[in-house]
């Protein structure tokens, strides 16, 4: 029994000797990948931030921009900002601090400073480059069609100024394809919602939004979709409407047949809308005798 439990005694001593060394060999490990981790560049940045070498920092925050390190680059210029006000210095500065919030991906900020630069230095050397880039912050900050579309509008008249004020960029054509994709995705906009209001029964509604989608969109894509779908509206909204108003509703959907018909004479939809214009039409004259 002694030695039973002399033995069992070895084997626990045994266990707690490895356990030991796989906690020291943790503990090493550990402190192997702090130290592969700590970057020996931080105290000699700290120090620089701390400098009152103005230059130094300049230089030093043009050179963490070429290497793609923006975020202490963007320390340095942000004091700098103020430091170098109204020097030779403060055109470029203006512009690293721009680049350096853009591709970060702040581009709000970005653009904010990229229209800061054009204002300040509306003759530098960077003031078409930085007008469109404002531009283009805009553009990349416009969202879905189905959200709101203030940063798509506001890209669109940065742009629009910026053809005006550099027609003879070479960006020019850069700018006219960006313009085509932004006014496309207000375009689905006004166009969806307009759908909307007709899918949803709402034919007065319909009818005001699909009569602004072809005033804001001339050459929309569904045109003649749009036209055939006023004439339907107006026959719906008529239809669920009190007698005084009817004459008056199916009058409507009969002119927007006629105008139809002679936009669209070989229309998909031509028949469709012929036989709309003929219920409308008897409608019309049933409600006329009645007053007459």
Not at 43 to 69: C, H, P, T
Not at 156 to 182: A, G, R, T
């Amino acid at each position: 029994m002694t030695r039973i439990y002399s033995y069992i005694l070895t084997i626990f001593a045994l266990l707690l000797l490895l356990g030991a060394c796989n906690t020291e060999k943790v503990y090493e490990s550990t402190n192997s990948n702090k130290k592969k981790r700590f970057d020996p560049t931080i105290g000699k940045f700290n120090k620089l931030v701390k400098s009152g070498d103005m230059d130094a920092k300049y230089a030093a925050a043009i050179k963490y921009f070429e290497q793609e390190d923006y975020t202490r680059a963007l320390t340095l210029l942000e004091e700098l900002m103020s430091v170098f006000r109204g020097t030779a210095k403060a055109e470029e500065i203006h512009y690293y601090y721009a680049y350096c919030n853009y591709n970060i991906g702040d581009y709000i900020i970005a653009g904010y400073h990229f229209r800061n630069y054009v204002r300040i230095f509306p003759m530098g050397k960077h003031a078409e480059e930085c007008a469109y880039m404002n531009a283009y912050c805009f553009y990349l900050n416009s969202p879905e069609y189905s959200l709101e579309q203030i940063d798509t509008k506001l890209a669109i008249k940065e742009f629009q100024k910026f053809v005006n004020q550099y027609p003879k960029s070479e960006k020019i054509p850069e700018c006219n394809k960006l313009l085509d994709q932004l006014r496309a995705k207000l375009e689905r906009k006004s166009y969806e919602n307009a759908m909307l209001y007709f899918n949803m029964s709402d034919y007065k509604a319909s009818i005001v939004a699909f009569g602004n989608h072809l005033n804001d969109f001339p050459d929309t894509p569904h045109r003649e979709e749009i036209n055939y779908l006023t004439i339907k509206s107006h026959y719906l909204l008529a239809l669920n409407s009190i007698d005084a108003k009817k004459p008056e509703r199916f009058k409507a959907a009969v002119d927007s047949y006629i105008k139809f018909a002679e936009s669209f004479p070989k229309s998909d939809y031509l028949k469709q809308a012929e036989t709309i214009y003929n219920s409308a039409l008897k409608n019309l004259e049933k409600y006329n005798k009645q007053t007459s």
